[in-house]
């Protein structure tokens, strides 16, 4: 039985037996395919979803009987324009393909991103998506930030999106990241094990919150690769999946992803800090905190790089529509390969 459109009005829908322990975002999102978690979620927390008339959360269990009131925000009608954009494809079959993500490029149309995102270039590209993750996400499974490149799994049908996003949520799926970090870990390979909720004062950051009702448990093991004077080349692998979880991890632990804005404070690296030119380091701290555009940065020939050093380098699933396994490396893009090289010609630790 098909039901009503939960934008238009109040619907009611009671969990059956088979759903019971499961979670509430995840039951509507199995109730209303077309809505996206994130739109689940935003409706959950301005409190228009209720259980049993009252107030509830994402992670509240079902019990078999609960009737679930639901409204949830109206979808856009148009999804984004196709626009012929450069893809690096790492993969393609019939089901899925695989990008490298640029740095810089949005994943999907949002407030203040409409164009030049992952969606568009992914429509020009590709002649099916599947529309499962609702018309503004064209065929995307997961997402990466803006300013982080590397791996990200694209689904061209409904049921290899469905069955890749259970992976997803079942945490079967192993993602390993590369970062270049400011400052040097005191081990060398640890678990970050620290929960996650939002900022108590910055609505765009998330926060380290211990005992806190909205925190939730987060963990990433990381392992350093290459030790430089004052830096580090790690790679992190997530065990869960928490809003900015790599970047406050490692933030967490003094050593924030180089050029992150949001957690260490850097704006850019130039190759006269490394050199230590008189007066460039004082500069360009100068210079991030009067907060100049990244346009001004990159037309400096001595930036190495201006955006969070953060590549998504691995990631393996089972392949949603076959019994095997794959994994995809994605190399590492210019600015974070010229950084390294930087690093190593002037900030490498001699025996």
């Known amino acids: 039985m098909s039901l009503p459109d939960p934008a238009q009005a109040p619907v009611d829908v009671t969990v059956p037996d088979e ?3 499961a979670r509430l975002d995840w039951f509507i999102a199995q109730t209303f395919p077309s ?4 739109h689940i979620r935003k409706a959950i927390n301005l409190q228009e979803v209720r259980v049993n ?4 959360k994402a992670a509240m269990r079902m019990s078999a009987g609960d009737v679930v009131t639901v409204v949830l925000p109206e979808l856009p009608k148009e999804g984004p324009q196709p626009a012929a954009i450069p893809l690096e494809i790492l993969y393609e079959d019939d089901a899925i393909a695989v990008i490298n993500k640029p740095p810089g490029m949005v ?5 203040g991103h ?4 992952l969606a568009s270039a992914l429509r020009y590209h ?3 998506l599947s529309e499962y993750g609702g018309p503004t996400r064209p065929g995307i499974v997961h997402r990466l930030d803006r300013d982080t490149s590397g791996a990200i799994l694209i689904a061209k049908n409904d049921q290899a999106h469905k069955r890749a996003s259970e992976q997803f949520e079942n945490r079967t799926v192993t993602k ?7 400052g040097v870990p005191d081990h060398d390979r640890d678990l970050i094990d620290l929960p996650i909720g939002p900022h108590p004062y910055q609505r765009e950051k998330m926060a380290i919150r211990r005992d806190h009702p909205a925190a939730r448990p987060a963990q990433s093991f990381y392992e350093v690769e290459r030790r430089f004077a004052g830096f580090a080349a790690v790679r992190i692998a997530p065990k869960t999946g928490r809003t900015h979880q790599i970047r406050l991890h490692l933030a967490s632990i003094g050593c924030p992803v180089l050029c992150d804005r949001l957690y260490g404070g850097r704006a850019k690296l130039t190759q006269s800090e490394l050199t230590h030119r008189p007066g460039a380091a004082r500069l360009s701290n100068l210079q991030a905190a009067a907060g100049q555009e990244d346009e001004e940065a990159a037309a400096d020939d001595d930036v190495l790089i201006c955006r969070q050093a953060l590549h998504a380098i691995r990631l393996t699933i089972r392949h949603p529509l076959e019994d095997r396994e794959l994994t995809f490396e994605a190399p590492l893009p210019e600015d974070m390969r010229r950084t390294l090289a930087a690093l190593e010609q002037f900030r490498a630790l001699r025996p």
Request: hydrophobic share 30%; glycine share 14%; net charge neutral.
């Open 35 to 38: 809505y996206s978690r994130t």
């Open 114 to 117: 409409w164009e030049g995102t």
């Open 53 to 56: 008339g009252r107030r509830a």
């Open 107 to 111: 994943v999907h149309p949002g407030r």
């Open 176 to 182: 390993e990241y590369f970062a270049i970090t400011a």
């Open 126 to 128: 590709f002649d099916e």
């Open 19 to 21: 759903h019971a322990g």
